[in-house]
C-alpha cells in the first residue's frame, strides 16, 4: 500500500531549499529576490500587514505572461483539426473519428462561452463546501459557477487525483483550499497546475485556527511560492465565548458564530473574473484543444503501428536470413544486414517523413554506428548465445546466431524509428534533420525494453523457427526436459 507523507514543507530544513529552487525556476527571478528578501525579513517580524495588503498585480501575473486571445484559441483549434484531419486520411473509418470531430466542434463554441467555471479543490476537509456555501452567498454575478471536486489525496489510490485533475483541467479558475502547511503533494499538485498553465489562488482556509503571526509566516511563504496568488480566509470560524458584565454584578456568557473572513477571497476572485474573465475562458479552451491533440495524436500513433509492424517483422527475417546464410563476424552483422535502409524509407512514409534512398542510407548508417557505440550489438549478441545454449539445443548450426542477432537487432532499430517519428510533430516537409541525442536516447529506451529474458527466450525460439524449421521438434522436447 502506499502511504503518502503529510510531511509539512514550508517549517523545516526542506522550507529553504524550496524556495531556493523556486526562486531558480522563476523567470522574473530578479523582481522576486527583492521580495523573497522583504517577506522573510517581515515574516520573522511577524508582519501581517504585508499579508493583508492586495497586491492585485500579482494574481494576474501568472495570466499576463501568456499570450492569450481568441486567435491563439482559433490556432489551437485548427492544430488539432490538422491531426484529426490526417487520422482521417490514413485511417477512414476510425472508431474515434466521430468523437473527436464531435468534440471540436464544441471546442469552436466553447471559445464564445460566458459562464465562467470555477474548481474548488484541495484535500479531505478542508472547507470546500463550506466555502461554496459562503461564496453563494456573497457572490452576486451569476455567470460564475463554483463546482467543488472530490477531495484530493486520499490514500487508497493515486488514479482518482488523476480523475480529479482532468476534471479540473476543463475548469477556467482554479480555488486550491489548504489549511497550513502545504504537504508534499498539495505542492506538487499546485506545480502541476502551474505546468499546465491553470489559473490558481491557492487558498489558506480555517485562519481563525491559527494565532496571528503563525498564520502570517506561513501565508507570506505561501505567497513566495504562489507568485502572490495567495488568499487567507475563514469560512467558518470556531464560535466563540462572549461574556457580559451585567450592572447588577451578573454575568451572562454565550457562544457566537463571527462572520465567515472571505473578503481577500471575493476582492481577488472578483477583480480576476472582471478583468481576466474572457481570456480565462480562451485559455481553457486552448488547454482542452492540447489534450484533445495529444489524444488524437495518439490514436493516429496506433493506426501507424499498426502498420509498422508487420513491415519491421518483414525486414527482421530478410535480416535474419541474409545473416544466416553467410555468417560474419558479430560486429559485422550490422554493416551487412541489419539496418536496412529500405525499411528506413518504408517506415518514414508511414510517419509522414519522406526520405530518399541516400537519406535512409545515412539514416541506417547513423543507427548502426549508435547502435554499436552503446554496446548493444555486443549485447544482444552475447545475450541470444546464453538463450541459444540454456535452451538445451545441444549443437548450434553455424550461422543461428548471427541470424537472430540480426534479426533482433533489425527489431530494436525498427521500433526505435517508430518511436522516434512519434515524437516528431507532423512533418510537411521532408525530415533530413535528424536529432542525433534524440535517436540516442530512443535506441537505449527500446533496446531496454526488448531486452527481458522472457521476451529473448520467445524471439530466439521465432528465430529458431524461421531459420531451421526442421531443428524445432527436437529443441521443444529439449527444453521441456530441461524444465521437469
Ligand atoms: N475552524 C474552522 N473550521 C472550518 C472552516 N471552514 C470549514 N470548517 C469546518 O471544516 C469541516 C469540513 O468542512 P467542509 O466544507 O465539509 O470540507 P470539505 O470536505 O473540503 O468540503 C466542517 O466541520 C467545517 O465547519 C474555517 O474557516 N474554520
Ligand atoms: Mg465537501
Not at 491557492?202 to 511563504?221: G, P, R
Not at 488568499?231 to 458584565?245: G, L
Not at 555486443?378 to 553455424?398: D, H, M, P
Not at 534479426?407 to 510533430?425: D, I, K, M
Amino acid at each position: 500500500m502506499l502511504v503518502k507523507l503529510q510531511r509539512p514543507i514550508l517549517v523545516g530544513g526542506l522550507g529553504l531549499s524550496f524556495s531556493l529552487w523556486m526562486l531558480q525556476s522563476w523567470h522574473d527571478s530578479i523582481v522576486q529576490v527583492g521580495e523573497f528578501g522583504l517577506l522573510s525579513a517581515l515574516a520573522v517580524g511577524g508582519g501581517l500587514w504585508l499579508f493583508q495588503q492586495n497586491r492585485p498585480k500579482d494574481s494576474l501575473e501568472q495570466l499576463d505572461g501568456m499570450l492569450v486571445d481568441r486567435a491563439t484559441g482559433e490556432s489551437a483549434i485548427a492544430k488539432t483539426e490538422a491531426v484529426i484531419n490526417q487520422l482521417a486520411q490514413e485511417a477512414e473509418n476510425h472508431l474515434a473519428l466521430e468523437t473527436l470531430r464531435e468534440q471540436i466542434a464544441q471546442l469552436l463554441l466553447e471559445l464564445d462561452r460566458q459562464e465562467i467555471k470555477v474548481a474548488v479543490t484541495g484535500g479531505k476537509s478542508v472547507g470546500k463546501s463550506t466555502l461554496i456555501q459562503v461564496l453563494q452567498n456573497v457572490e452576486t454575478r451569476n455567470l460564475v459557477s463554483l463546482e467543488e471536486t472530490a477531495p484530493l489525496f486520499r490514500e487508497v489510490s493515486d488514479n482518482s487525483d488523476a480523475a480529479i485533475l482532468a476534471e479540473v483541467a476543463k475548469s477556467d479558475f482554479v480555488l486550491f483550499l489548504t489549511n497550513g502547511d502545504l504537504t508534499d503533494s498539495e505542492f506538487q499538485t499546485l506545480q502541476q497546475l502551474k505546468a499546465a498553465n491553470q489559473p490558481t489562488i491557492l487558498v489558506f482556509n480555517k485562519q481563525d485556527q491559527y494565532l496571528t503571526d503563525e498564520s502570517a509566516s506561513i501565508s507570506s511563504q505561501l505567497k513566495l511560492w504562489m507568485q502572490g496568488n495567495v488568499v487567507a480566509t475563514a469560512a467558518s470560524p470556531i464560535p466563540i465565548k462572549v461574556r457580559k458584565h451585567e450592572a447588577d454584578g451578573s454575568v451572562q456568557e454565550w457562544m457566537e458564530q463571527p462572520a465567515p473572513a472571505i473578503q481577500q477571497l471575493t476582492q481577488q476572485l472578483d477583480q480576476v473574473l472582471a478583468q481576466q474573465g474572457q481570456r480565462l475562458v480562451w485559455l481553457t479552451t486552448i488547454r482542452k484543444a492540447g489534450l484533445l491533440k495529444a489524444e488524437a495524436k495518439n490514436w493516429l500513433n496506433g493506426t501507424r503501428r499498426d502498420r509498422a509492424t508487420p513491415i519491421i517483422e518483414q525486414y527482421q527475417w530478410i535480416a535474419a536470413a541474409a545473416a544466416f546464410a553467410n555468417p560474419v563476424p558479430a560486429l559485422d552483422i550490422l554493416a551487412t544486414a541489419a539496418i536496412n535502409a529500405q525499411m528506413v524509407m518504408d517506415l518514414g512514409n508511414i510517419y509522414q517523413q519522406k526520405f530518399s534512398l541516400e537519406q535512409a542510407q545515412t539514416v541506417a548508417g547513423t543507427m548502426g554506428s549508435l547502435m554499436l557505440k552503446l554496446g548493444l550489438v555486443e549485447l544482444s549478441t552475447k545475450a541470444i548465445s546464453t538463450v541459444l545454449k540454456s535452451n538445451a539445443v545441444t549443437f548450434v548450426a553455424g550461422g543461428v546466431v548471427q541470424g537472430v542477432s540480426a534479426a533482433y537487432l533489425t527489431r530494436v532499430a525498427g521500433l526505435s524509428l517508430v518511436e522516434y517519428f512519434q515524437q516528431q510533430e507532423i512533418a510537411i516537409d521532408s525530415g533530413t534533420g535528424l536529432n542525433l541525442e534524440n535517436l540516442r536516447q530512443t535506441l537505449q529506451k527500446v533496446f531496454g525494453q526488448n531486452q527481458q529474458i522472457g521476451f529473448l527466450q520467445g524471439f530466439v525460439k521465432q528465430g529458431m523457427k524461421r531459420l531451421l524449421p526442421e531443428v524445432q521438434p527436437i529443441e521443444v522436447v529439449g527444453v521441456q526436459k530441461a524444465v521437469g
